[in-house]
């Protein structure tokens, strides 16, 4: 694989000419439309030939209204694909995503892979409830109800197993969660499923905060299958212009997990997104708008912003303005992803993680497909 730099002045035929390769490659590959004007800095994929046999397990996340398209374009890169989500009430009792999952799940099972049901403790407003996970993993009649149903739940639609994404759990209920996910793992496992867990960025065993005192990294690397590291969301709706993953952050929290987790249960989480913000950011008031990653690089095109590439985060960012209003964009490329890439081979991880699969980054999946073999 080789990654090419837009300068000012190239178009995609001289690209093409340069690199040897065929137009229609480049524009099919990046997804360029037509007339398929390139912005200064925009880093372009340009095929190559698999040269690494390393095996990975790529997983992605995504909603029942996900388009048929664009999960078919995606599922032949994934080895697991995880429906967005199930909920629960405080008696155990499981509640259904409110559309249809089904097509997920066989569209799935026609690409070879396992479809599988994440649970989220999400209230009727759609927000992550800790007092749903306090009741739950603080009674057994409860708990049992739950493992139960969820086990029902995977011989009626045919889930492979259950990936856990229980977020803001409360320092008291640490435990009693690292329990409650090994009596599912052991539920499932005896049954022939699989259990998986998404964990906070952690970088330390004593990190302060709501979102990671209630996750033991050390227990629930014992008690799942395998785990899924959230390394993403640094750059946030709320929080000022940032990398959504910088790398340098991203590394922080690999380092801590490798000491607490078999390397070979942990997954990289990625963003497929990224983030534009109006400025000047002012907390409590700016909302980042979530974009998908070619649509930045179309609002680069469009307003004639040059790209530039932050080397610390391995991020590419640029700003704009509009109606005399500045924005921010930071998002993923082909070089911040091969950056993601490389550390998955350093430490020799399960695999990759993607929230979520919802729009598709053609570029990303072809580049993944140079530097692994998906299982």
Known sequence: MAVYVVKSGDTV??????????????????QLVYPYALAVGQALYIRGEQEEELTIQTNGYAYPFISSWVLEQTLPFLSRLSVFSYGFTREGNLVPPPLND?????????????????????????????????????????KRNLIDQLLMQMQISGFRG?????????AQDRDAFSQFVLELTNAMNAEGYVTSVALAPKTSALQQGLLYEGKDYRQLGIAANQVLLMTYEWGYTYGPPMAVAPINKVREVVEYA??????????????????????????????????????????????????????????????????????????????????????IKEYDLLGAGYWQIMQLFRANWLQLRENFLVL
Request: proline share 3%.
């Open 102 to 142: 089904a097509f997920m799940i066989d569209y799935a099972y026609r690409y070879g892979v396992m479809p599988i049901l994440t649970l989220t403790p999400f209230d009727e407003s759609g927000f992550f409830n800790n007092t749903l996970i306090s009741a739950v993993v603080g009674s057994e009649a409860a």
């Open 258 to 343: 490798v000491s607490e987790i078999d390397h070979r249960k942990i997954n990289l989480g990625i963003p497929n997104y990224g983030y534009d913000w109006s400025l000047p950011f002012i907390r409590g008031e700016t909302k980042a708008r979530t974009i998908g990653n070619v649509e930045a690089v179309l609002i680069a095109v469009q307003y004639g912003a040059e790209i530039q590439f932050d080397e610390l985060a391995k991020s590419p960012y640029f700003t704009y303005a509009v109606d005399d209003v500045w924005h921010e964009v930071w998002f993923e490329d082909v070089r911040s992803m091969q950056a993601k890439f490389d550390l």
């Open 13 to 30: 035929d001289s690209i093409a000419m340069a690199e040897n390769v065929l137009a229609n490659e480049i524009i099919y590959d990046n």
């Open 162 to 170: 259950v990936d856990v994404d229980f977020e803001y759990i409360l």
